[in-house]
């Protein structure tokens, strides 16, 4: 059986999602804040959904913390948020989360975004990394996300290479973003279109293909790393 942690401050939130996450079958565990959280066995969950904003340690911090560790690096990770602006959204998935939601939300959409997040990860071929890059070159924080001599600035929203910019449009950022943060798996279509263009009403699998030949242009001789895996998407240095 699938097990789910909740961390959330907000006892009547816990209460609602744990019955109705029991109810979909899952075993559901809660608690009310990071600290708490902390102190289980995190690498038996099966996914996360973490509030931001809460007493004492945030859920950035946690989610920064598990990201570190190998023993839970892997665990599928979705903010539950009021935190609902454009650089929140941006930092949340730096640090690793799979999805995002704003509260108020239905519990039915929680429900659903929980399945998915769990059908992709299952779905998720796991990537052969060479020998000679075993050890990630990624670099993030809060404010920017480097690999080598290529920075991501996650409040201007601008890419620099070796100190010079590159002009990259909102989408191209987005991808760079997903692509850094995921650095070492490949990246399924849905994927990409869930987090890119998840607004979006129609995307052509071509807009995906599209957006990112002209990123590998842009980002010169980073553009070798972005890698396509046929029939299963695009990775970053797999």
């Keep these: 059986m699938q097990r789910i942690l909740i961390v959330d ?13 029991e109810v979909e079958g899952y075993e559901v565990e809660v608690a009310y804040s990071a600290e708490e959280a902390l102190g289980k066995d ?15 340690m945030s859920g950035f911090k946690m989610a920064q913390m598990l990201k570190k560790d190998p023993a839970t690096a892997s665990i ?31 519990v039915r959409e929680v429900v659903a975004r929980v399945k998915s997040v769990l059908r992709r990860c299952a779905q998720q071929p796991q990537a052969q990394v060479h020998p000679q890059r075993a050890q990630s070159r990624t670099e993030m924080d809060g404010d920017s996300i480097t690999y080598n001599g290529l920075r991501l600035d996650l409040l201007k929203h601008k890419c620099y290479i070796d100190g010079q910019e590159v002009q990259l449009t909102k989408k191209e950022m987005e991808i760079m973003v997903l692509f850094l943060r995921n650095s070492g798996r490949v990246l399924s ?6 987090n890119v263009w998840s607004d979006e009403v129609v995307v052509l699998d071509r807009t995906i293909d599209v957006n990112i030949t002209r990123l590998r242009k842009k980002i010169g001789e980073y553009g070798k790393f972005i890698v396509t895996r046929q029939g299963y998407g695009y990775g970053f240095d797999v």
């Design 9 to 21: 401050d907000e006892e009547s939130i816990c209460e609602i999602l744990q019955f109705n996450l």
């Design 42 to 56: 995190i690498k038996s969950f099966s996914l996360i959904l973490l509030d931001i904003m809460m007493g004492g």
């Design 76 to 106: 599928p990770i979705i903010f539950c948020t009021a935190k609902d602006t454009e650089d929140n959204k941006i930092a949340g998935l730096t640090l690793g989360a799979d999805d995002y939601i704003s509260k108020p939300f239905s």
């Design 189 to 194: 279509r849905e994927e990409i279109l869930h």
